[in-house]
């Protein structure tokens, strides 16, 4: 096994399909390949002393990126397609009007299945934050203290992510905030929120 990641033998290959922000991680280990390339894989080998965890996405290995991807399907593909251009986007009920966040298929306002994709502002502001001075996860150990905030967006919905460019102990409820995006892949760009400029 490979020390820091149980149950990983050398030379497999694992994919890692993040269920909840930090917090549940599903782990499945798949013999010589990536069973799907559009899912995001995580490489494993003993030849490095210490491990080297090498990311790929599609073929293309991404050596300094460790932390979980969000695992992409159908009902998120436009979300992150959205994000990729760094376009924040939400689904928006086409009976009701209303929008709505996480990605699904049937609007959980009117239970209709007449939505689209709409790009959004990107502005909110901060409805909740904690900061987490410990982690389980190895790979958010470099971040220790980082924050976890819930940002309402204009358009109504929250949406949980971290609020960047600003100071922990500056953070207040409130705060105007605007969204920007970290891309960690070629694929996967992360949206993130700094305090609003304008």
Known sequence: ??????????????????????ASLEMNVEKGKCP?????????????????VLLSWGGIEMPDYNKPLPY???????????????????????DCGKFYFYPRSICPHCFSYNT????????GKVYSFTVAHKTGLPAFQQDVPYNIAIVELEEGVRMMSNIVE????????NMPVEVVFN???????????????S
């Open 36 to 52: 799907t390339p559009e899912l995001p894989c995580v490489t494993v080998s003993a030849a490095h002393c210490p491990p080297v």
């Open 183 to 197: 891309d960690v892949t070629p694929e996967i760009a992360l949206p993130k929120f700094r305090p609003r400029r």
């Open 116 to 123: 689209e994709w709409t790009r959004v502002s990107g502005r």
């Open 1 to 22: 096994m490979v020390a820091g990641f149980p149950g990983i033998m050398p030379d497999r290959t694992a994919f890692f399909l993040l269920l909840r922000l930090h």
């Open 72 to 94: 992409v399907d159908e009902e998120s593909r436009s979300f992150w397609e959205g994000a990729k251009r760094h376009e924040l986007c939400l689904q928006k009920c086409q």
């Open 166 to 173: 600003c100071r922990n102990e500056d953070l207040s409820i």
